[in-house]
């Protein structure tokens, strides 16, 4: 049961939030990272009106109008809000509750709740957009929460979501492996066969509120467990074409390299974990634009949780894979983008991904792009938010310390806006 001193927070917190009308506010900090270049910058300061960037520079040369609120934040940088382009807000972690339980014993009223609770505790952490790949047996509950969230009431970051996501039939979960065969079991994504039904499918998700369209190009259905292709190149191809027929981007889970491979000829625009992606695949999604969201704090996750893994230890197999596919589109040049399967841990820990993207290869720069105007691109929203330049809207976070040479100061979030609205900041 949630406590009800978590619920009279949230009741607060809203209710805190700046109306129309609000005052100009003027950002201080010690230096501002925006996204537009690889260092962070001193002595500039960022002039936010009516939700958005009107002017950054230095403090004494901007003009905001009488009854401008400052706010001074000292010690920390300033960066764009951050964006996880891999959550599920509608999970916990697992070694909390299984996911089989959560899908068949949490009542979808309760894990839309608790689902809100996750959403605030995301933004309060500094990242002010998610790409929510799946309410994983949830039905379309992610429509609702993502418009209380845009209506006000709750916080939580932007949402962009896929709704039921959509697999191969008997080859998701929960079961049928290892349930009685006479149980019909409620299931975590939409299950199709063909390519009617792969089509049908979209269009149902893409009418009921679905941002992007997730496919499962693979699952763990071989003989002894394996991953291997579930969904035929044919109803990938279905999928990828109805889908981007009505403006539908498409979010492909594949582990496999024969999942991802299949995945980017049908067309694919991101590519979900890709442990096993071969050199051959990735230089294939170079060619075609496609990006990667590795995932490697989920993997990690799993490995503690089930694995034995003990941080700081040896790394469990499917870590070395991770870690292996991660360094090698690096060095292909694959687009890269911050998405962390968080859900499987815990939410508001978002920034364990960027910071494992730094500990496997990327300079802070790079990890910050990736969880900011390299994510914004990915979403189609490179001209809304992502970086601290005019126009665009003031979502934004500062952390203690400089995240753009030093990755863990993501860490340590001092201050959040999102839509020029205040969520987190300073004690006076």
Known sequence: MLHLEVLFGLACLVAAQPSAGAPDVLLIPDRV????????????????????????????????PSGTRRIVLKGATLTPGLIDLHSHLFLHPYNETPWNDQVLKEPQDYRSVLATVHARQTLLAGF???????????????????????????????????????????SYGPGPRGFRPDLELPQGAQAISGVDEAARAVREQAARGADWIKLYADYRVGPNGETMPTLSLAETKAIVEAAHRIGRPVAAHAGSDAGVRMAVEAGVDTIEHGDAASDETLQLMKRHGVAFEPTLAAVMAIGEYFEHYVPGGEPTPRMRESERA????????????????????????????????????MTPAQALHAATDGAAKILRQG?????????????????????????DALGKPIFVMKDGAVYREPAP
């Open 33 to 64: 990272w925006t996204g537009t270049t690889d260092r962070s910058e001193n002595g500039l300061a960022v002039h936010v009106h009516d939700g958005a960037i009107v002017a950054i520079g230095p403090v004494e040369r901007l003009a905001v």
């Open 383 to 407: 001209d809304r938010f992502g970086r601290i330049v005019p126009g665009l809207r003031a979502d934004l976070a500062a952390f203690e310390g400089d995240p753009s040479t030093s990755i």
């Open 128 to 170: 002010t957009a998610l790409r929510d790949l799946g309410t994983e047996g949830a039905g379309y509950a992610d429509v609702s929460i993502k418009r209380a969230i845009d209506e006000g009431l709750v916080p939580g970051p932007r949402l962009f979501v896929a709704t039921r996501a959509i697999v191969a039939s008997s």
């Open 326 to 361: 991660f360094r090698a589109a690096l060095r292909v040049g694959v687009i890269i983008g911050n998405g962390s399967d968080v859900g499987v841990f815990a939410h508001g820990e978002n920034a364990r991904e960027p910071e494992l993207m730094v500990r496997y290869g």
